[in-house]
Structures are given as C-alpha cells and as structure tokens.
C-alpha cells in the first residue's frame, strides 16, 4: 500500500556517513553565537539596495536586525521588525538543540520521507507563501 502523504520516521545512524545533524547544529550553534555576541552595532550599516531603488522594502529587510534582537531576548522588537527572522532564530534553535541531544544521546535521526512529487511541491508552495505573506507585512507595517 502507497503513503499517502509525506511522513516523518526515524532511522539509525549508518556508520561512515554523513552526519547532518552535527554539521547543521553545528553551523546553527556559530550563527546564534554570532547573533549573541559579535558587536554589530560597530559595523558600518549597509542599506538596502532594493529599498533604496523601489522604495519597499525586500522580503528579507530587518531579518539580520529581527535575528539578533532574538538573541537578546526582545521578542516583540523582533517580530515587529522582521517575523520571519524571529521565527528563523527559533528555528535555529531548535535545530541545535535537537542535533545536541541526538548527538550526545546517540538516538535515532528524525528524517522526512517523501513520497510522491506533488509533496515536495507543497513544501515548496507553503514555504513561498510563507516569504510573501511576511513581505505583505513588511510593506504595510512600515
């Protein structure tokens, strides 16, 4: 019998393979520590080129700013400047926490398996409403 829709299951770590998990969470643990810690106020602010031409702002204005807002514990400053950066900064997080507890806990990989097509093209869809939804918001909010 076909799944009928994609499903998520959980798979052993094959030995000599890649390990996304310690690759991902690693590389998700150096930009929240960047977002925490590295002094961005000192660098020079670059403007954004689309808002500078069109006068809107582009889907991903603020997110830097919305990011390390996030780790500085402002909720409310952050989704107001970018939600999308928020909600990528909560994303992040859970990502490194998963791959930490999966890592030193030796358990079993969370993998999405996709079965037909049309699944992956839903993804895709959602993940496109989801940018232009957040650029509505950015265009209405400022």
Do not use: D
């Not at 699944?119 to 895709?124: D, L, P, Q, S, V």
């Amino acid at each position: 019998m076909q799944e009928i829709f994609m499903k998520f299951r959980l798979e052993k770590l094959p030995s000599n393979t890649i390990n996304h998990e310690m690759i991902w969470g690693g590389i998700g643990l150096l930009v929240l520590l960047a977002a925490r810690f590295v002094p961005f106020s000192v660098l020079p602010k670059i403007n954004c080129p689309f808002y500078i031409f069109t006068g809107y702002p582009c889907p991903s204005c603020g997110m830097t700013r919305s990011f390390i807002l996030m780790s500085q514990l402002k909720f409310w400053m952050s989704m107001r400047m970018n939600p999308l950066g928020g909600l990528l900064f909560i994303f992040t997080a859970i990502v490194v926490g998963y791959a930490f507890i999966t890592i030193v806990f030796r358990m079993r990989r969370i993998r999405l398996q996709i079965t037909e097509k049309w699944e992956g093209t839903f993804i895709r869809i959602v993940f496109i409403l989801v940018i232009v939804i957040n650029w509505i918001y950015l265009s209405y909010s400022r």
